[in-house]
């Protein structure tokens, strides 16, 4: 079964330091993985996709199917990073549209 | 702001009523997706649908119904027998056939009582 685990509920750094928010998932395919956030009083959003290999907002994320991993990673954090992240993975698409499981969540707070 | 609204943002209901949520997008998008997310527990899918007049149960359809007569507007009715229906409910869609990207709305919170 797919699954996605996010251990860390809570992750809070300092202003500056970096940052990393893990994820894990298990599926037999050939994995899509996604980060979306949602800031306060904001709406979920898509933040970057591992198929684009992108950086935005100064966050990266390298899918390593060896350790079946998708981890966010952010060198210097900023204020406005704390947020809400889900990672997720694509799992089936059905006449256009694709399923996503999502972890549980890592609340982020970067303190000042 | 447009894209995808849920209505009404917080809904009250007495234990054994049905209730329905709603979702209306104005992006012509084909897919839509009704999500439950409470704390601790991320997203879950509840149902999801890909074209008018069809839809698929998602991982926790049990005590849910949908319909989607017209392309932007697909509702989700929480039936008396969701044995936990307080939750946020979300609505989402997606641009095209090639995008995993999910729009989503603001949310409807529920509490039943």
């Known amino acids: 079964a797919q699954r996605v685990t996010q251990p860390e509920k809570l992750l809070s750094v300092f202003k500056g330091a970096p940052v990393e928010l893990k994820c894990n998932y298990s599926y037999s395919g050939s994995p899509e993985l996604f980060w979306y956030v949602q800031y306060s009083r904001q709406r979920l959003q898509l933040l970057l996709r591992h198929i684009s290999r992108e950086s935005i907002k100064g966050f990266t994320a390298d899918l390593n199917k060896g350790e079946t991993s998708f981890h966010l990673k952010k060198p210097f954090a900023q204020e406005e990073d704390s947020a809400m992240y889900y990672c997720a993975l694509g799992h089936g698409r059905v006449q256009g549209a694709q399923k996503l499981v999502f972890g549980q969540g890592t609340r982020l707070t970067i303190n000042p | 702001d447009g894209g995808i609204t849920q209505s009404p943002k917080y809904l009250f209901r007495k234990e054994g009523q049905n209730v329905t949520l709603s979702c209306e997008q104005n992006?012509?998008?084909?897919?839509m997706y009704w999500y439950r997310q409470d704390p601790g527990q991320g997203l879950r899918l509840i149902y999801y649908?890909?074209?008018?007049?069809?839809?698929q149960k998602g991982d926790i359809a049990e005590g849910y119904s949908v319909s989607r007569e017209k392309k932007e507007s697909f509702p989700l009715t929480v039936t008396s027998a969701q044995k936990n229906p307080t939750a946020f409910y979300l609505c989402?869609?997606?641009?095209?056939?090639?995008?995993?990207?999910?729009?989503f709305g603001p949310g409807t919170r529920l509490t039943v009582t």
């Open positions: 992006l012509n998008h084909d897919a």
């Open positions: 649908s890909q074209i008018v007049n069809d839809f």
């Open positions: 989402a869609s997606t641009r095209s056939r090639e995008s995993y990207e999910q729009y």
